[in-house]
């Protein structure tokens, strides 16, 4: 199965590690630097005209997503791709 991130982002869910509203994490000093190292590394993907409301960490990379956690959720437990 999948999971699609929004903009054309699509991930298989076997490779999601976590979901994240970015929001609420990146409060933690331990999450901006981490988001800066995945930066400086490569490994950041934005599919977003906005600003992110998410971050999904998979087993390569990290996609900041325009959509909010909970939606993310909601498509991964409705397993809509």
Known sequence: MYLHLGKG????K???IAVFD???????HITRE???????????VSDCDDLPK????????????QLSSAT???RWE???A
Do not use: I
């Open 54 to 65: 998410s971050f999904v960490v998979t087993n390569e990379r990290v996609y900041l997503s």
């Open 34 to 44: 981490y988001l800066a190292r995945a930066e400086r590394e490569g490994r950041v």
């Open 72 to 74: 993310l959720m909601s």
């Open 22 to 28: 970015l929001d609420n994490s990146s409060s933690s």
């Open 14 to 16: 076997s490779e999601v």
């Open 78 to 80: 409705n397993h809509t």
């Open 9 to 12: 982002s699509v991930v298989p």
